[in-house]
Structures are given as structure tokens and as C-alpha cells.
């Protein structure tokens, strides 16, 4: 495939997107890419979808918490099949890398092309889950598909807590299978995903004045993947905020520790790739603590080679009056210490999938307050349930208030579903290959639509979509290509109604 070049750089190309191939596809992205879209702040881009929908005729309808869906007739001959929703989300995660300067309220996404991938390289590029939405608009624009009565559903808030799914009236929706385009590996068909919850703890401390004497440093954890806190959890790669509370528990045992300050991860959903504290020691124990950073980077590369062998440990001056006392940085320290990351157990009924994971995805402690948020992830709602309870237990233990919100169900497996099985026969005819089947730890919408919607067929499938919520993530072009064969293949395909 060619693709139109804008300009030559010394490792990429800048392409005009919308000339992409299959351009019916690739000029929603672009309206994606030009139109920010953060959680919480979508209506600009759902507007103005809205008004671009009712200029081609199309009847559209915004719930009462924002969601628009929009609906197309059936084409000649196709009014007696089986209606379809296809559904997406409207908003993106939003990560930079440090020094980057980009402003995802205002500015637009310009991702660049290697090797057949469209990447934005130091932010998150919203592939996840803007490829979706622009097959979605890609199936109501296109005049020369065949297709029965159509629904694209657009929820808002799936990022950030599920709000537009939660949200969503029952009785809105008319079609009776819906295709959820929010998976990220092509040829794989997901029917089932995990539920979650998120726990948030908060803490006033009290305060010292900086002890005379003290140097003060900002130590900084970077160099990290990240990557989506559900589909990425089991790779074993290193959480930013686990790494810096390691390190300062180490330090604290041969030096007199203080900490003014702690920032690290910026995303409930995202693992956190950056961490950094403003830390007071002796100037005596300069050297002593310098020869510790040393170590404990070469020791962090050593434990995580393989998957994050690039982090990076950093000390640079900084300035700070007051640091935590004593008695809080303990407790406060221990508690998040102690915190669970990662996997807690696979999955007995599906065999290589994770049952249960927490992220520790948020820390924020300064001018006497801290606040955490750990995201739990089960495919059994009492496995989140639970492992949220144990958490909340820990940090009240440490004198926290802990609330926990935005519970979300998961998405039981239907093997016998018949959508899948049109998937399956449908992909077999177009490419001649078998797809897989797959239950993905990560949260989709389908639970949550198919507990107001029960008596709805439901299947997830997608293109080829790499480092999700993290910056560097890229989308494979040909897979674009792919999934929109067919997805105009299965519509053709729907059976009629009995």
C-alpha cells in the first residue's frame, strides 16, 4: 500500500490520514485524530458526529447521560433481517511522555507512520478506541454495503469509569446483535471480558519543617513501557509507583528519609510508567545514598529484563519547607508498600487468562493530603469484589478513608453465541484461516449493555492495536483494511429475523 506523504523526517513519515485506503474508514480517524476527545470532555467530537449524521439523513438520539447513537435504514431487500448495533466509545486515554508538550483539550493527535503502523510516538494516539468508532461511522457512510437495520451506539466515559454505559436507558436500542469494535488483536474473537472496580483512599497528614542540614533531591522512576492496566497485567512489567515506594523504603532503612512530596502514574486504567518524590536527607549521607541509586537501578534492570530493562533512576536538586512527619510517612509508606499490583490469580475455567489483578495506577501526596486509586479487575464479580475489600481493609488499617466506585460487571462467555458463529464462518470465507476465541481480562461495555439489554447476542472484535494506553500506541494499517472487509461481510450475512 502507498500511502500520501505530507513530509519526510529523519525515522517517519507524516501521512495524510484520510487518504488512506480503505478511506471510508481512515477519514473518521482523522476526524478523531482532529477533534480532542478526552474522558469526561467528548461532547465537541459527539456534537459534532451528531450534525454530521442528520446532513446524510440519519436519525440520531442522545440519552440522558450523553451517549448518541445514530440509526440507519436497511438497504433494499435487507429490512427482515436481524438488526445490528455496532458500538464504540467516544473517549481516549490521554499520556504523554515527560517533556512532551501537548495539550489534549485543545490540541489535535498527529501520529506518524513506521513500518506500516500509525503511531504517535510520545502520546497515547486513541486508536483504542477511535479505529472502532471510525468502522462504526465507516458502516453508516458507505452507500455500497449491504446491511440490515443498522444502530452505531458511541458511549462516552468508558475510560474513566464506564459512564456512559452505566448510563445507558434500556429500551434505547433496537437491534437484537451487537458488535462491540473495542479489541485490539486481529483475527481473535473475544466473548467474554472482566468486571472492576475502582478503590480510592485518602489521607490528611501532618508536617515538619525541613530538618536543617538536609539535602533535598526530586528522585524520579522513568523509562517505563506502561501500557493498559487489563490486557498488558500479566506481562510483568514494572509499575512506576511499586518501583519508587521500594526504593524509598530502602533508603529510609540507612538514612533519615523525609518526603516533601510524591507524584506518580496518571491513569486508573494505565500502568504507571513515571513516578517522582521530592525526598530530604542528611548531606552526610549524600554519597551513601547516591551509591543506592546506583544499585537499586542496576538491580531493577536485572529483575525486569526482558520486559522494562530501560527504566531509569534519577536524582536532580529540588527545594522544599516541609516534609511528612514521621509517624504519617510510616504509615503511609508501609500501607502502599504492602498494596497489591499485578495478578492475583488466573483464571480456572479459562485456561491463560487472568481472573484477578489490581493496578496501583495513581499516587498523589503533597501539602498535607494523599490520595491513591488501585483499579481491581476480576472476571468473577465476587473475585473484584473481594480483592477490593482487602485493600480497603489495608489502607483503613493505616488510617485512610476509602471509598470504592464505578463498579462494573463483567461479560459472561456465550461459546454458543450465534454472532460468534457468524464471525467465525464469515472470517473462515474471507481469509481463509480459522480465527480464535478469546475472554479478555480487560473491561468492555458488553456486561454492562447486556445486563440492561439480556436477551442481546454479543461478540468484540478489532485490528491489530499495540501499547494501549501509553504513548507510542500504534495501530497496524493492513488490519484496518481487514476488519472492515469484514465487518461489511457479516453485515451482509446477518440471518433474517425468525
Same mark, same amino acid.
Given at each position: !500500500? ?21 478511506? *471510508? ?9 482532529? +477533534? %480532542? ?13 451528531? $450534525? ?17 447513537? +445514530? ?12 438488526? *445490528? ?6 473517549? !481516549? ?36 478506541? $477511535? ?17 440490515? %437495520? ?20 434500556? $429500551? ?24 472492576? +472496580? ?34 498488558? +497485567? ?35 486504567? =494505565? ?7 521530592? *525526598? ?24 525486569? =529484563? ?68 488501585? !483499579? *481491581? ?10 480483592? =477490593? ?69 454479543? !461478540? ?28 461489511? =461481510?457479516?453485515?451482509?450475512?446477518? %440471518?433474517?429475523?425468525?
Amino acid at each position: !500500500m502507498k500511502y500520501p506523504i505530507v513530509c519526510k523526517q529523519e525515522h517517519f513519515l507524516v501521512v495524510n490520514i484520510a487518504a488512506f485506503e480503505p478511506k *471510508v474508514v481512515w477519514e473518521h480517524f482523522q476526524t478523531l485524530c482532529d +477533534i %480532542p476527545h478526552p474522558s469526561k470532555h467528548e461532547q465537541a467530537l459527539r456534537d459534532y458526529l451528531k $450534525g454530521w449524521a442528520e446532513l446524510r439523513g440519519l436519525e440520531t438520539v442522545v440519552d440522558a447521560v450523553g451517549n448518541l447513537v +445514530i440509526r440507519k435504514p436497511a438497504t433494499p431487500g435487507m429490512e427482515n433481517r436481524v438488526g *445490528v448495533v455496532l458500538q464504540g466509545h467516544l473517549d !481516549m486515554v490521554c499520556q504523554a511522555n515527560t517533556g512532551t508538550v501537548h495539550d489534549f483539550f485543545n490540541d489535535p493527535i498527529r501520529p506518524v507512520l513506521q513500518d506500516g503502523w500509525l503511531v504517535a510516538e510520545n502520546t497515547t494516539l486513541g486508536a483504542d478506541n $477511535g479505529i472502532g468508532v471510525a468502522l462504526g461511522l465507516a458502516a453508516l457512510s458507505a452507500d455500497d454495503i449491504a446491511h440490515g %437495520p443498522l444502530e452505531v451506539l458511541l458511549t462516552l466515559d468508558e475510560e474513566a469509569g464506564m459512564g456512559g454505559a452505566l448510563g445507558l436507558e434500556a $429500551g434505547l436500542l433496537h437491534g437484537k446483535m451487537l458488535i462491540n469494535i473495542d479489541t485490539e488483536e486481529w483475527g481473535e474473537f473475544y466473548m467474554g471480558c472482566a468486571g472492576g +472496580i475502582d478503590v480510592n483512599a485518602r489521607l490528611d497528614y501532618a508536617q515538619d519543617a525541613l530538618p536543617a542540614g538536609y539535602e533535598v533531591r526530586q528522585l524520579a522512576v522513568s523509562g517505563l513501557c506502561g501500557g493498559h492496566s487489563g490486557a498488558d +497485567i500479566h506481562l510483568g512489567r514494572g509499575n512506576a509507583n511499586k518501583v519508587l515506594i521500594r526504593l524509598l523504603q530502602t533508603l529510609a532503612a540507612s538514612t533519615d528519609l523525609r518526603v516533601a512530596s510524591f507524584n506518580g502514574g496518571t491513569a486508573r486504567n =494505565a500502568l504507571a510508567r513515571e513516578a517522582f518524590a521530592v *525526598v530530604a536527607y542528611p548531606a552526610a549521607d549524600a554519597a551513601n545514598v547516591a551509591a543506592q541509586l546506583d544499585a537499586y537501578q542496576a538491580l531493577m534492570r536485572f529483575e525486569l =529484563a526482558g520486559v522494562d530493562e530501560g527504566i531509569t533512576l534519577g536524582a536532580s536538586p529540588a527545594s522544599a519547607t516541609q516534609v511528612m512527619a514521621r509517624a504519617a510517612q510510616q504509615a503511609v509508606f508501609a500501607a502502599l508498600h504492602a498494596a497489591p499490583h499485578g495478578v492475583k490469580r488466573m483464571s480456572q475455567r479459562v485456561h491463560g487468562v487472568v481472573e484477578t489483578s489490581n493496578n496501583l495506577g495513581v499516587i498523589s501526596i503533597a501539602d498535607g493530603k494523599v490520595f491513591t486509586n488501585l !483499579m *481491581v479487575r476480576s472476571l468473577l464479580d465476587s473475585g473484584f469484589r473481594n480483592l =477490593a475489600s482487602e485493600i480497603e481493609a489495608l489502607f483503613r488499617l493505616a488510617g485512610f478513608s476509602v471509598e470504592t466506585e464505578g463498579g462494573y460487571p463483567g461479560w459472561a462467555p456465550n461459546p454458543a453465541s450465534p454472532l460468534l458463529a457468524l464471525f467465525q464462518r464469515v472470517y473462515r470465507e474471507q481469509f481463509g484461516a480459522e480465527s480464535g476465541v478469546q475472554v479478555i481480562h480487560a473491561g468492555l461495555e458488553c456486561g454492562i449493555i447486556g445486563a440492561k439489554y439480556p436477551d442481546m447476542d454479543m !461478540m468484540s472484535f478489532g485490528p491489530n492495536i499495540r501499547g494501549a494506553h501509553a504513548p507510542g500506541e500504534r495501530v497496524e494499517v493492513a488490519s484496518v483494511g481487514k476488519a472492515w472487509q469484514l465487518l461489511q =461481510a457479516v453485515l451482509a450475512a446477518v %440471518p433474517a429475523r425468525a
